[in-house]
Structure formats: structure tokens, C-alpha cells
């Protein structure tokens, strides 16, 4: 196998490890405000650390595990339109853009609708079907998020804009959190 087929098989874990090592240190603007915010170990910047740190290992483990496949290869892979087509790549694209969407979305509508919207998306995606069952996780989850982040670690989270960041402000103060 030639060194270019092992260096493009390293490519994709190499750049999430980087990008995740990048940009662990991107992750506040203010870092002294960030700290003068944080309450005992939890603090607006500890959740999106740890998720950059998860992403570090697991692509570490990637990697591992692209060597070991590559070492363990006798003949060479082709690359083919054929595996572009497949429907675990496509559910791997539409999944890509549903996080790129909801980062666009949490500016517009807030994060409590963007969250409820992105779990709802997640829920199809994953093919669950129930009307009652999805609705039960995107709402749940999107108010244990709000706890998590916004009364618990103090996460200054985008609210919306316009009628948005009102309904998003409501929904604040009715659960409590604000």
C-alpha cells in the first residue's frame, strides 16, 4: 500500500483532532469573564470543553482504528461513486447538515426552538416514527438542555431575535429558570 492511501485514510481523524485541539481554545471570547462566571467545577465554558475533549479521544480512537484496519488490508480499496451512494454515508451527510443548520438556526429563532427543532430532525433521522414519542423527547430534552445550560452552568445562550428572543425570554421565566 502506498503511504498516500495510509496518509488519506489518517486524513478525517487527524483533522477533528485538530480542529477539536484548535479550538478548545476559541471556545470563549473573554476567558476572565467566563471564570467569574463559573460556579464551583461548572462554569459557560465546561460543556462545550468536554465535548471538544470527547471529540479529541474518539478521534484519537478513529485513527487507532483506521491503522489496524489498514495494516490488516492485503489488497487495495478502491474508492467508487458506488460508496458516496450508500445510505449510511447519506444519513452521515443529512446529519452533518442538520448540525450546521441548527448552528445557523440558534442565532434566528434561540436555542430552545433550534434545540427542539435539531431533536425533533434527530429523532426522524434515527428513524423513530411515533408522533408521541418524538414529541416526548424533543420537549423533554429540550428542557432538561435549558437547565443544563442555562441554570446550571450559566451558559449565556442565544434567546433569538425579534418575537423569538421574547418567546424565548417567556419560556425562561415560566419554567423558572430566569
Known sequence: MSSGAY?????????????????????VESPEMANQMTRGLVGP????????LVIAFFSVLWAVERVVLFKK????RLATSDALATPINLQMGVAILFILLYGYLLAVIGFPAATLLYL????????????????????LGTVVFLY???????????????????????????????
Open 7 to 27: 496518509l488519506r485514510e489518517l486524513s478525517a481523524p487527524a483533522g477533528f483532532l485538530a480542529g477539536a485541539i484548535f479550538l478548545r481554545s476559541h471556545v
Open 45 to 52: 465554558a465546561s460543556w462545550p470543553q468536554l465535548l471538544l
Open 73 to 76: 488490508q492485503t489488497t487495495p
Open 120 to 139: 425533533v430532525a434527530w429523532c426522524a433521522l434515527g428513524g423513530m416514527r411515533r408522533a408521541i414519542q418524538v414529541s416526548l423527547i424533543s420537549l
Open 148 to 178: 443544563l445550560f442555562v441554570k446550571l452552568a450559566a451558559m449565556p445562550l442565544e434567546r433569538g431575535q425579534g418575537v423569538m428572543g421574547e418567546f424565548s425570554i417567556a419560556l425562561y421565566r415560566l419554567l423558572g429558570i430566569y
